[in-house]
């Protein structure tokens, strides 16, 4: 007597459907309780705030306290975004060598057509040339941006607004309305008791959480005389700047 017995097909198939289902329950379950711990935490509306004189004077004053004047007389900025991403700018000449992994594009901002794209050692001019240039763009205008966004609040096409919290304390809400990846992007910049940025607040398309918070305090002054920061604290990450290197020629 034969005692095997045989599963009928419709079971096998049931049975493989749980097992497919039990493991996307497994794995994005916990995703999901983390994402909504996170939005209930963390998400904040855009705060209003007051356009005109007073904002424009709390901009100017975070530029002071940044020494803006060494910072635009400042020729030459180097540093390494999160180890992945190396940049030397030649900020006077309207150029940027932007390299990562056996890739190198120097950026022209002024002409793009003159921008030049190389693997390795060796100049490149293939097909994909044009989709080199416009990944290194993007790169630099997020890495940058990193580095040196305070200096970018009066950048044509910015909206700023004074917040002033309950407890009276008094922020700087700058709006991108173009230019750039992303315009429409909006950071609420805090500030120290002298004026520096601490940190900023991020309402942008790229994060699906508005009002996160990373940090600007960890700066150093450049041989130029500019303030740059060397890192960020994002969450529980660190954005790191890498050796930043501020020149005057």
């Known amino acids: 007597m034969n005692n095997n017995i045989t599963m009928p097909k419709t079971s096998k198939t049931k049975r493989i459907f749980k097992i497919i289902g039990g493991l996307i329950v497994f794995f994005t379950l916990p995703t999901l309780l983390f994402f909504g711990f996170m939005y209930l935490k963390y998400n904040e509306d855009l705060p209003t705030g007051k356009l005109g004189t007073e904002a424009d004077q709390l901009a100017t004053?975070?530029?002071?306290?940044?020494?803006?004047?060494?910072?635009?007389?400042?020729?030459?900025?180097?540093?390494?975004?999160?180890?992945?991403?190396?940049?030397?700018?030649?900020?006077?000449?309207?150029?940027?060598?932007?390299?990562?992994?056996?890739?190198?594009?120097?950026?022209?901002?002024?002409?793009?057509?003159?921008?030049?794209v190389f693997a390795g050692q060796d100049e490149y001019n293939g097909i994909e040339k044009l989709d080199y240039i416009n990944k290194a763009t993007d790169y630099f205008n997020n890495d940058s941006f990193w580095l040196v966004a305070p200096y970018k609040v009066f950048d044509k096409g910015t909206e700023r607004r004074l917040v002033t919290s309950e407890?009276?304390?008094?922020?700087?809400?700058?709006?991108?309305?173009?230019?750039?990846?992303?315009?429409?992007?909006?950071?609420?910049?805090?500030?120290?008791?002298?004026?520096?940025?601490?940190?900023?607040?991020?309402?942008?398309?790229?994060?699906?959480?508005?009002?996160l918070e990373a940090s600007w305090d960890q700066w150093i002054t450049t041989e130029s005389g500019a303030k740059l920061p060397t890192t960020h604290k994002f969450l529980v990450f660190d954005l790191n700047m890498g050796e930043v290197k501020g020149l005057k020629f």
């Open 167 to 211: 407890e009276g304390e008094k922020s700087l809400l700058v709006t991108y309305t173009k230019g750039g990846t992303t315009p429409g992007d909006s950071y609420l910049w805090h500030l120290d008791k002298n004026g520096l940025p601490k940190s900023f607040q991020m309402w942008v398309d790229i994060l699906p959480i508005d009002g």
């Open 61 to 116: 004053s975070m530029l002071n306290a940044l020494n803006e004047e060494a910072y635009l007389n400042t020729d030459y900025i180097e540093w390494t975004f999160k180890g992945r991403h190396h940049y030397k700018w030649y900020k006077t000449d309207y150029t940027c060598e932007v390299s990562w992994d056996a890739m190198t594009v120097i950026l022209d901002f002024e002409n793009s057509d003159n921008s030049k």
